[in-house]
């Protein structure tokens, strides 16, 4: 089962992506949690990306398809994986088919509204990337990691500025893939408005037809 979870910032694409792959017992790679992990470990890739991802603009095509090409590469993409937030551009998704057999892309599709009002209320488990959302999806306790107890932080590109330009550099580069993987017949969209369970069931029945 190869994968790709395809939609704007704040859709859902993380959280349901995490669900299918326990579900399914494969990875959930999402390249802007990678990007996230350089950054807060200070290697050379954070250093390079930091600035990039607060701005809300994209990481640069070439430096982003060889980090995915080699983590499809690893053992555990064997019996298949779920992209997240990869590809975003074109040029992203023609490189990927020179080293991915994809036949199902899910687009998750919901107002703008209603994601500035999820990225305004998420909250996120630094070390791990749990995300919860104060009102949707809370921690048991307020501001606090559910299997840690740890603090949770509100992601630095969720301030209003980055969220506005990560909005538009999806509807420039990103949207444009809905077309690109429509001609190719595998695309299948996802009302990612209800609450996440139901967005799951209507996820695991495009699975289970395809
Ligand atoms: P990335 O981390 O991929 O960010 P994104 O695509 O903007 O997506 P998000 O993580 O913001 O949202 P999501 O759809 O996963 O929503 P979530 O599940 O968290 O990328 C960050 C940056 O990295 C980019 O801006 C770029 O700079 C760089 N980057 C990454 N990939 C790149 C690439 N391929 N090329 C170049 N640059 C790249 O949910 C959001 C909130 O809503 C949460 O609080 C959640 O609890 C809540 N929620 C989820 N579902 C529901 C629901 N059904 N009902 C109510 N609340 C819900």
Do not use: W
């Amino acid at each position: 089962m190869q994968l790709i979870f395809l939609g704007p910032p704040g859709a859902g694409k993380g959280t349901m992506a995490t669900r299918v792959a326990d579900d399914h017992d494969i990875p959930h790679i999402s390249t802007g949690d990678i990007f996230r992990y350089n950054i807060n470990n200070k290697t050379a890739l954070g250093l390079q990306v930091k600035s990039i991802l607060d701005s809300g603009e994209l990481v640069p095509d070439g430096l982003t398809i060889d980090l995915v090409r080699d983590r499809l590469g690893q053992e555990d993409c064997s019996k298949g994986f779920i992209l997240d937030g990869f590809p975003r551009t074109i040029a992203q998704a023609e490189a990927l088919e020179s080293f991915s057999d994809i036949r199902c892309v899910l687009n998750f599709s919901l107002s703008d509204e209603i994601i500035v009002d999820r990225l305004s209320g998420r909250r996120v488990h630094k070390s791990s990337g749990r995300t919860y959302h104060v009102l949707h999806n809370p921690p048991k306790v307020s501001g606090k990691d559910d299997v840690t107890g740890e603090e949770l932080i509100v992601r630095s590109d969720d301030q209003v500025d980055s969220v506005r330009k990560r909005l538009s550099v999806y509807y420039e580069q990103t949207a444009p893939l809905k077309e690109f993987y429509q001609n190719k017949g595998i695309l299948h969209e996802v009302d990612a408005t209800p609450p996440p369970d139901e967005v799951y069931e209507s996820i695991k029945t495009i699975l289970a037809e395809t």
